[in-house]
Antibody, heavy 115, light 107 residues
Framework: QVQLVQSGAEVKKPGASVKVSCKAS????????MHWVRQAPGQGLEWMGRINPSGGSTDYAQNFQGRVTMTRDTSTSTVYMELSSLRSEDTAVYYC????????WGQGTLVTVSS | EIVLTQSPGTLSLSPGERATLSCRASQSVSSYLAWYQQKPGQAPRLLIYGASSRATGIPDRFSGSGSGTDFTLTISRLEPEDFAVYYCQQYGSSPQTFGQGTRLEIK
């Protein structure tokens, strides 16, 4: 069965970076784009960008341009999302989700940015 | 970017009743619209894609309709587990965007 398993919660100071992983299983990793979506506490969903696991090409939302980097490791079927220059407003649950309409989601990773 | 506006913000109904949720796009998204259900502490769950296709394992009391700019999610007879927040999402144009959500609560 398809599973997306994310790394654990993180606490970071303002200005730091965070790297969240998402390990896929149960399907051909290179056949589906992977997206990242975040949700601030009590708020709605915000699309951050996507990566093509096959060739590694990326497409980022303008709100995150210059601060986000998405990469993948095909040997372990894992995608990564790194967000830099963290500020308190980046406190959120970060999700990976498969393909253009998000049929499978990771369990979410809480990133807390606090001094 | 395309703005999705969901209405109502909150819908109060009783189990067994019919729920109708609306999503309006600021410009046409053709049929590239999905609906998700989210319960507290959980990741969203895909209900509908392509405006009207039910995702795997979704009960047939959930149905989606519409195209262009106006879309509807209908839950024919509410079950206790249906009370949650519902989001629409368009994926026809980058950046993909979500509506602000409709909270479906027990009356």
């Amino acid at each position: 069965q398809v599973q997306l398993v994310q790394s654990g919660a993180e606490v970071k100071k303002p200005g730091a970076s965070v790297k969240v992983s998402c390990k896929a299983s149960g399907y051909t990793f290179t056949s589906y784009y992977m997206h990242w979506v975040r949700q601030a506490p009590g708020q709605g969903l915000e699309w951050m960008g996507r990566i093509n696991p096959s060739g590694g090409s990326t497409d980022y939302a303008q709100n995150f341009q210059g601060r986000v980097t998405m990469t993948r490791d095909t040997s372990t079927s894992t995608v990564y999302m790194e967000l830099s220059s963290l500020r308190s407003e980046d406190t959120a649950v970060y999700y990976c989700a498969r393909q253009i309409y998000f049929d499978y989601w990771g369990q979410g990773t809480l990133v807390t940015v606090s001094s | 970017e395309i703005v999705l506006t969901q209405s109502p913000g909150t819908l109060s109904l009783s189990p067994g009743e019919r729920a109708t949720l609306s999503c309006r796009a600021s410009q046409s998204v053709s049929s590239y619209l999905a609906w998700y259900q989210q319960k507290p502490g959980q990741a969203p769950r895909l209900l509908i894609y392509g405006a009207s296709s039910r995702a795997t394992g979704i009960p047939d009391r959930f149905s989606g309709s519409g195209s262009g700019t106006d879309f509807t999610l209908t839950i024919s007879r509410l079950e206790p587990e249906d009370f949650a927040v519902y989001y629409c999402q368009q994926y026809g144009s980058s950046p993909q965007t979500f509506g602000q959500g409709t909270r479906l609560e027990i009356k």
